[in-house]
Each structure stands twice: as structure tokens, then as C-alpha cells.
């Protein structure tokens, strides 16, 4: 054994500190990820296929409420999250928008709700688009999952849609106003919304955050 | 050198010069200067008064009569006396004495010559009195006035000599009187030339006279003798009387401060006046103090006091501090003192030395003149300080300046010099160019703005206060006090800014700078596109704009202007010269959108890199605080403030968006965070309204703020704004949230705070009513009240803004409550519901009597009928019903028969008010016999009955014994006393079939009146029950008399306290046996737990007391218990009453108990006593544990 050592003797050099190398490279960029080097983890992306849910009637006020969904997002990290075929909260109320004038050409937003984990970016794999009319005196559903309407479906309701802010920004630039106060620099958001508030009659969005339900008006 | 040349140097006006340089020193020289060295003693002269001549011959004294003139002042009396062989003993004047001025003495021949000062006027004698004999006696008296009264002589000088001519010389002076007296005693006396004989006479052959003459340097008095004689002589100068003027100190003016080119001013005063007559001061001198002082004034004079008259010439443009007056017109001087001023006049500014001057702290005083008279006195060494300001202020400070557009500005700190001007004070003097050019305001003028000086212009005359921060436009739009005219765009302008003083000096000034004015950058107005409210508009204080993240908050604002330049390119417009500023803030080059010359777009976007909330810092705008610079300068500023701006709020976990509670110290339901930016920290004078109401404060930063839900918000408003004002280091602007909030119901309480199923009870809170009128009824889901249990109200009595009173549902159970209002829900709160069924009944208890008392333990008996049962009822908080125990008692081996509900074999006792704890009883009427029981709590509410469980007694099983039931008696039989003895007997009987107690009752008397015990029957003796309880009982009575009847009976008692007596009346009786000598043996003690005996033997005595009487001792003995100790001999003798000792061996060994029985033949009956000797073996010892003698008696009872 002794003479093998001694034959490959630079060999198990070269060995050693390619090794030693790999060890502090992961070290340094992976080992600390607050440090900002991650190197090997800069995006991790979210695959994941929610389930619509059955609603037997719906409210305004179900808007406000928020339902956590999916995972638990930081909203300031080095690590950035994608969602698999996403899409942002405007961006499936685009996809659900001519099914609802489909159902119903009088058809306007009730709110919209995410299915599944919410990126920073206000990406969502999953929302649920409930709208009103007027006309058929209820409510209607659509479920966008993977950028598709994967359901339809009516449903018993008083509120029957409300205009829409022109203009209004999208899931991601709700996200980013708050997220760049440091009061969220550790907080985590799980669900997302874009709800009607009846009593200011404006449009936000609320985002369920690990520190509460944060309300985001539109103008 | 050539003749023109000597021509140029001997010009005409060389030598004119020349001379009059000449005249000038010789001028100064004599006018000046002399006079200080013609100084000399004014003096009057001595005139002669009066000459009388007195002689006598061969006589020792003459007597003549001299009439000294009445009109003359200080006056002096000489006598001159001329004898021979004898000397003056003395000479009076009108009897005054004389006193001798001196004597010559030639041999024989004398000459003497006598004074006195201030004579008498009018005729008196002159007496000479010789010592000595006769002789021959020629005496002159003349008399003087104006003499000096102090030192009216000189220094008398004597000569003598043998010759035709006598003489004697005299130093004099002017206006002094030699006066001589001269003796001889041969030839005639004629007087020299010059001299003026006063008196000769002759005394027998003695020739004496006496002469004056004039007084000059030397004078010498002579006379001619006719023939070679002995002379003696005496000569003395006469000294006239000393005139004075004095100089002192007048009535100074107080110390002032005059400016340069002031008014002639009071500098000293000083007096003048004689001792004598008058005097004229031909001359002065003043001193000045202060350093270079002269360099200040144009002019010093000397006037009368009240300056009309001038005295000698004024001296212009003084050379030296000391100035001297001569010529011109000299100051009258009189025996009255006489005041006079020095005066002095300031040069102009022009004259005085140049900036920065100095400050002349001038002083002057008189300190030497010309007269007549002899000077004396001096003036006052501390005169009065006039100060004549020509020192400069302090500059300005603090200079800057801007160009602007055919403006600049320039900005100054005036100076802090106490004297500053704040009329016309700071000068700014513009050059056209790079430089400043040499020019400064002329010291002492005021300047004119616009006004030209040389190269310069007036740009500004400003009047301000000193020290004073000051910035001015000068050109177009200039301010007031400076110039308005356009500048040149493109054309430099140099400042300086001049300071003065109140006394017309100016600084050397300082320079400002240069500055270009130039098509500048201009900020004409801004647009907030965004939020219009925050429009600009002139000095205004409620424009800006609100920073806040992305499109969402980010707001946009226009600036309009001028030199904006072009558009710098993407990314280059936050540079060091391409910039927007809100004061120090730059805005970040990635937020500014458009850039043109005229107009340029940015964003307050805190999403974008450098501008933050952070990286606005402590920065709030104001006013002037947004700025544009570009192409090479910066804008004025317009106000621009920063609002703050409610980005978001942050309601609790799981409440929906905007929606909140009051808030309580029991949950965080009432505690939302508004998140924004600017809103300024610390708190300070910071505040949250929220509907209205000003919010208590948890935390504050300048990006967030946690605040408490106001309870003081009335409940009947649900929605509403939340509003907040700016803290520390803002303007105070404010922002109101863009949503609508809503206070969601809150139940904090219920009324009572607990209840059973179909119990009335209030559910308090507030904000019950969300859409502001409250529900009528129930709505499943939207207005409802659910109990834990998912049991929803279904009373609906009332609903209120703060309470909706409804009853406990069936079914609810402790738990959380909550309310919805128009589907909105309140937070959970835990009601407890409470039970009607009563708990299950505690301390069972079976009692032998109603009131309790008498408990029967478990298992126990009763002998009469009924008992009582107890059970303590109670059913927790449920008020209003009534609460009945029940009781099921079965024989044993009969199983309970009742059930959970109603049981008709139950026995059930009165009713008492819920909620308890009470004790309910029942009676019970069993017969014989053994039992167990349960009980259990009957609960009638609203006519309903709740049941507790059942309980048994004790926990007992079934079979086991709870009580029994025992009415009866034991039966007596068989009772027997047995054969009696003679002093005992033995009472025997039966209770066959029940076990009971053993009791004999007995006496003599054969009366058992009393009850149990034998209470009340005095001869009867008792005995206490025999244990255990027995059938078959038997009591021995002992202690009987012998030969006596007793009467007796039994009782026995069983367990149920059952009692039976027999006889039932009456008694059994026996009879003991009759013993006339009976014997008894009685123990005596005698010692007992001695000490250890050893050694000698030990003695005891002791009593025998018989307890009979007529006794006979039949036999005795002593019996001795002890320890016998180890050693010596192992032996004991005892006797008794010195009969025979007897010795008592023992083995040897160990040590160990004895016991000694000893017989003893004879005994003393007490009172006669008895003797124990006790005597161990030698070398032995032993513990006597008891000794005692026994004694066997007989006696008759």
C-alpha cells in the first residue's frame, strides 16, 4: 500500500486539491445563502398543478379574504422562484375574461383569487376569475391553471361584477411595492388576491403575508 | 559743473525756500523755546519809604523817633548802627526788637546793621541800646515797601579796612535795594557814586551813614572816608516781594467720541489767575496723550471758555503730541480765576491716514506757559478721553453669490462691529470683469446706488442690522437697495462688498467673487401629473409629490423651465452636472423619463435603485428645495415638499383585506400596520386617524407604523378613511389611505357570562350592525349569533349596534360564540354554557334523628324508626329551579330498583331553591332489618326534571351493610348471684340470642329510684359496661361487707342502644357470709431505689399502721429486691429490730437481681417504730430496689 502511495504520489496530490477546491467553491457560493453568492441555487422553479375549487355561491367580501396557497414565498430573497407555467393575476384574467363574455356579455369582475403558490413576481400557477352579471343574476367562475381555463362554472351570487381601474397595474407591481419596504425584508407571502372594496369602492389586491393580510389599493 | 547748474542749485526759489525754512526754525526757536528759558521770578521793586538819622555822643543808648509811611505794603524796617569800643546790645522799633543783620568790626570801630519786617506805620522810636558803656552812636533808619515779607534780605556781606575810602560789595538784582551801613571813626562820610545816602551823622568822633542803591548783579557801596580811618561796613540787598500766576485744572468735558471731519471740540479746560496784579501768559504748551493722537486733528486752540475769544493762533495739523501756543494774542490773567478750553478739531476723512485707521484716543492737558509772573500750579494729569473714530468696522463675512439669468446673486454676513451702520451700511461695489478693481467708498460718504466710482458701481446700499445674513439680486428682478438694470448674460461681474460704521469709516471691504450671469437654468413651475393637488404655484407650501413603489404609488412630475439644455441621454441624468434635486436629494438617473430644455419628467419610484425610502434620508423637501442643474448651474429653487404616502396596510393574519377590529389587549384583531414611505421618524408630533379618530401609537418608523384600532370610534360607523400626519424632521403633510377601512364587529363580552341551554343572554360588542341598520332577524350565514357546537340562536329578542340579546341554544356548549353582520364576522369568544342537570349529591349521610346530629356510622344500627337520610344537592349556576333529593334504600339482597329517570320507589324529601350546594333530607320508616341505599338530585327547571346520577352510600356495594334497623331489646335470663363469699359475690345472667352490655347496679339500700348509672340514688354503686358486647355475662362485686344484704340489678343494652333492665322493677338480693376474725396480710413499704450500699452496714426505719383495729399479728417477713454488684464478699446480713442477722450468700460472678425473703419474729405496732439493718459483705456492694415487710393479721370486722 505504501508503494502505491508512493508511486502515485502527484496523482493523489492533483486529487486532493481539485478536492479541496470543489469543497470551498460550494462553500462559498452555496454554503451561505444570505450571503448573496449562491451560484448554484439562483432560481428554483415551482411545478405544481392546483385543483379548482367548487363554489356553491360567492360574495364580494370572499374577495377580501384571502387563502393561502402553495408554498410560502419569501418576499426578498437571493434565490429567485419561478412558477412553471405561471401566469400573472392580469395576465389570467385576459385568459378567463372571454369565457366570462361567453357566459355572459354584461360579465365584469367579481375578484380574482390565486390556486397556487404566488411568485414575487405575482406569478401564480393557478387563479380563480369570479365574475357577475347582472343579466343572469349570478355569478360565474373560471379557473386558469397552467395558463388555461381548466374550469367553468356557475355560481350563486348577489354581486354581480364591478368596473375595472384603467390602467391598473398587475399582481407583480403589488408585490414589488411592498416587498421594497423593509418591513417586509423577512416576510413571506402565500396567496394573492385582487379584491373589491365595496365600502371605498376601489379595486387592490390583498397579499396574505406572513405578517398579515396586506392590502395594496389600485388607482 | 556749469553755472546753470549752480544757478539750478542757488535757484531764487532754493534760496527762498532756504530762508523761509530758516525763518520758520528760527521762528519756532524764539516763539517756542525761548520763552521757556526767559522763565524768571516776577518780581515788584523795593521802594524807599522814609529815612530818619539818630545820633548821640558818649551814650549807651539813642533813642530817635522814624515815621515809617502808612501807604505802602510789605514793609521793612533797617537800622544801621555805627559805634566804636562798645556793641549793640539790641534796637527796638516802636519797642518791637530787631533783629541783627550782621556786624563789622574793625578794632574799635563797629558797623551794624538791624531789621524788622512788617514795621508798624506812623512815627515810633528807635531804640539802640549798646551793652557796655557810653560812646559815641550814629544810627540810620530807613524804611522800605514791596519787600519780600519772607526772605526779605540777601546775604549781608561785612568789610572793614583802614583806608581814605570804605566799601563793600554786594550781590543784587534788579529790582532789589542795596542798602549799607557804614563805620568810621576819622574824617568826613561821603557817599559813593550811585549811591543814594540815606543818613550820616556824627556821634562825638564816631562817623557812621548808611546808602542804597539800585540792586544789580554786584553792587558795591562805598564811601569816602576824607582821611585814612578805620571802617567797618555792612551791605545787604533788600529782596522785593514774589508775584505768581497759577495754572489748574478746569472743568473738563467728559469723554466723547467724534468721527472724522466732526465739529471742533472740547478737549481740556484749565484756569488761570495771579497771586498779584495781573499777568499776561505769553505762552502755552499742550500735551496730547494717545498715541500718534495729533495724527487725528486739523486743529488745536486754545479759547476762552466759552470758546468766542481764540488765544495765540490755532495750530493746524498738529506735528507731535506736543503742541506749543505763542505767538498771537496772549491770555489776561487776573487775581480771579479764570477758566479757558483747548479745543480740537478732527480731520476730515480724506485727510486721515487710510483704511483700515485707527482709533485716537486723544488727550490733552496744559503742561507748560509763558508769563510774567512766576508759573505755578499744574494742570489735571487725567483729562478727559475724546476718541476719534477713523478705525474701520470688521468686514463682511460669509460671501458667496450665484449667477443667474442677467442677475447675480450675491450673499453676505454684514459686519459684526458694534458700531456697524445699520443706516447705508454695506456697500456692494461691482466691477465689469474678472477683478476687482481699487476703488472703495470714500471714508465718510454714503454711497448712491448705481452711482459710479471709477470703475465700479455701486451694485448695493443696504441698510441692515450687523451681523446680519443678507442676499441680494442685483440685476434683473434685483432686489431692493441694489441695482435692477439687466446684466449682461456672459459677461463676468466681480463684487465687493464694503462695510461702515457709524462714524463714516468704511472696511478695505471683501471681495465676493465673479460670476457670469448667463441664460440659466430656470425652474418656471412642476406638475405633479400623478396628483395634481400637489401642483406648484407660487410659495406654495402643499405641492410636491409622494414617493412610493412602482406604478402603482410612484408619482410623476413635469418640471417646466428654461436651460435645461439638451437631453444628457439615458442614464446621465443624475450627474454632477446634470441633475434634479430635491434639496440634498438627487433623483436617480433611471427614474428621470424625459429631459428637453424646457422640460423635464421624473418619478419618485422608490422601486428603483437610489431612491428609496432609505435614500431619501432625513430629506422631506421644503421650500425651494427642487432644483434642476444643468449646463454648468443651478436653478433657483421652488418649494417642493415630500408627502408622505400609505402604500398598503397590513391587516391581522386571516382578516380579510382593510378590515380590522377595535382594537383589545386581548388579541391583535385591533392592530393594522400602515406601510408607506415618508412618514417621518420618530413620532414626534406624528399622528393616525383612523374614522376620525386619532389612533394610539404601537411602533413608528418612516416606512411603517402599527397602530391601535381607536375604541372611541363610534360603533354605529363601520367604514371609513385612515389618515396620518408626518413626524419629526417633516413639514407635517399628510396622506389618506386610498381605501376604505372597515371595523369589523368585535363581541367583547356576554351578559350574563354564562348560561344554560334556553337562558337569556346578551352578546356585547360593538359594530354589530355593519350596514348601518341593525338585522330584524336571523339570516343564516349573513346576520346570525353561532354557539360552539355549530348551534346557531334561534330567540332573536333584540339587536343593537353594541348587543344582540338572544338565549343559550339547545345543544350549545361551552365554547366560542361569533357573530356575523351582513356576513361579515366578529372575532370568536368563548361563552360557557351550563348544565341543568344537577351534579351528582355529596356527603350521604343517614342520621337516628331530624336534626342531624345523631349520625349512624356505616353499618351501624338504629333503634327507632324512621331514620334520616342526607344528601348535599346542587346544580352550578343554573338559578331558578329547585333541587329535591332522592333516596332509594333497599334490604340487602334486594337490588336498586330506580333508574336514570323518574323512580316512583324512590322517597324524595322537600324541595329546595338551585343553585345549591343545600342539604336535602328524607325520613325513612324501615322495619328490622339491614340496609343499603342510593340517593340522587332531582333538578326541576321551567317544569322539566333533571336527574343526577344515583350514588350510593358510601360507595358501598350492593351487599354491604349501610344501616339496620334494630327495635328490639335483649332478653334477660338466667340471672344468678352465685354463692356469695364474705366479702364477695359473683352476679351472673343471660342474653341469649343478641350480644349486649354487661351492667350491675348494687347497693344495700334496695332503691334504684334513679335513672342509668344509679344517678339520684346515693347508695348505689354502678359498674361501666363490660367489653365486648356478650351473651353470657358475669360481674364479680368484691369489697362487700360480710354478713350483708345487697340488693341488685342487671341491665344489659345491645347495639341498636336497645336497653333492657331486669328486674324491670324492683331488685335481685344475696348476702355475703359472716367472718368474725378474719385475716388479712398487709404490705408494708419500707425502702426502696437507694443508692449502692457498700461498706457499712445501712439502717432503715419504718411504721407499721394496721388498717384494723384489735389486729394480731400472726407472722412476718421482709422482703428485699435489688442488684447485687460484682467484688468482695458475696453476701448480706439483715435483721430487723436487732434480732439475729441473719447472712444471705450468693454465688459469685456476673452481677444480678436478688431477692431476700426474711423472717421476721416481732413486730412493732405504730406508733412504736421498726428497724431494717442492711449490712453487705465486705468489699461488696449492691442497689436496694424495694424493701418491704408483709405482715399476716387477724382482726374482728
Sequence with gaps: ?219 | MMWRDYRKLFSFKKIMRSVAVLSLAFTFVFSNLMPFFAIKEAQAAVAFDAATTGTVGGANALTFSHTVGAGGADRLLIVAVSIDNRTVQSVTYGGVAMTNVGTATNGAQISSMWRLIAPATGANNVVVTLSGGGTDIVAVATSYTGVDQTTPLGTPVTATGNSVTASVAVTSATGEIVVDSVSSNLGTLTVGEGQTQRGNGVGGDNQGGSSTEPGATSVTMSWTIGSSSAWASVGVSIKPIVVSTTLADGIDPGNSTVAPSGAITDLDAFTLQTSAGTDSVTGLTVTLTGANSFESLSDVRITSDNGATLYFGAVANPASNTIVFSAGTPIPVSTTATQFKVRITPKTHANMPVPPGLSYAVGGTVTAFTSTNTQAGTDATTPATITVDNLSPSGATAVSGTAGDTKNTINWTTSSSADFNTTSGSVVYRWTGASAGAEVPAEGSTETIGALNGTATTACVVSSAASTPLSKIDGTGGSAECTTTALTNGQAYTYKVFQKDTNGNYDVGTLIGTFTPAVGVTITSYTNTTETALNYAGACTGCGARIGGGVGFRQSITITGTGFGADPGVGNYSTATNNIKVGTKQIASANVTAWSATSITFLTDTNTAGDADTDWGANYGGASALTVTAGGGTSGGLNFYVFPQITSVTVPVGFGADTAREYSVSDTDGVITLNGTRFGSPQGTGSVTILGSTATINSWATTSIAVQIPTAIADTTNTGNISMTQGTGTSGKTHTYANTLRILPRITGFTPTSGAEGGAVAVNGNHFCQTGTCPGAFSAGVNDVVFTSAVSATTFTSWTATAMTTAVPTGAVTGNVVLKSNSFASNALSFTVLSNTPASPTSLGQWRNIGLTQAIATGGVASTTPIYLSQVMEVPSITGGTLYPQFEVDPIGTAFTCGAGACAQATEGIGWAGPGPTTGTSSVSVADDVYHWQARTRHNKASVDYYSPWVSYGGNAENATDFQMDTTAPTITSVSSGTPGTNSATITWSTAGEIATTRVEYDTAGTFTGGYDCAGTAECTALTDTAPLVNAHSVSLSNLNSGTTYHYRVRSMDTARNEKIDPPTGDYTFTTSSNLSPSKTTRFHIAGNTASISGASNSYTFSVHMPENATTTRSAFVELKGIFLVGGTPAIGMTVNNEATSTYSFPSGSRYSLKILHPVSSINIAPATNTLIIAPGAGNGFYVSSADIYVNYTYTP
Design chain 1, 1 to 219: 500500500m505504501n508503494e502505491l502511495i508512493k508511486k502515485n504520489k502527484k496523482a493523489i496530490l492533483i486529487i486532493c486539491v481539485g478536492l479541496i477546491t470543489i469543497f470551498l467553491f460550494v462553500l462559498y457560493f452555496d454554503g451561505i445563502r444570505e450571503a448573496g453568492r449562491s451560484a448554484l441555487n439562483i432560481e428554483r422553479s415551482i411545478n405544481e398543478n392546483p385543483s379548482p375549487r367548487v363554489l356553491e355561491k360567492t360574495t364580494t367580501s370572499d374577495g377580501r379574504f384571502v387563502v393561502p396557497t402553495g408554498e410560502q414565498i419569501p418576499l426578498v430573497s437571493n434565490r429567485k422562484v419561478t412558477i412553471a407555467n405561471g401566469k400573472t393575476l392580469k395576465g389570467a384574467y385576459s385568459v378567463a375574461l372571454p369565457e366570462a363574455l361567453i357566459w355572459s356579455s354584461d360579465a365584469k369582475l367579481v375578484y380574482i383569487r390565486s390556486l397556487g403558490t404566488v411568485s414575487v413576481d405575482g406569478i401564480s400557477s393557478g387563479w380563480e376569475i369570479v365574475f357577475g352579471s347582472k343579466i343572469k343574476k349570478e355569478g360565474y367562475v373560471v379557473s386558469v391553471i397552467g395558463g388555461l381555463v381548466a374550469s367553468k362554472a356557475s355560481t350563486a351570487s348577489k354581486s354581480f361584477g364591478y368596473d375595472l381601474p384603467k390602467n391598473w397595474y398587475d399582481s407583480g407591481e403589488a408585490i414589488r411595492s411592498i416587498s421594497s419596504l423593509p418591513q417586509f425584508k423577512d416576510a413571506t407571502i402565500s396567496g394573492l388576491n385582487f379584491y373589491y372594496n365595496e365600502d371605498g369602492k376601489k379595486w387592490g389586491y390583498a397579499v396574505s403575508s406572513s405578517l398579515g393580510t396586506v392590502s395594496v389599493p389600485v388607482r
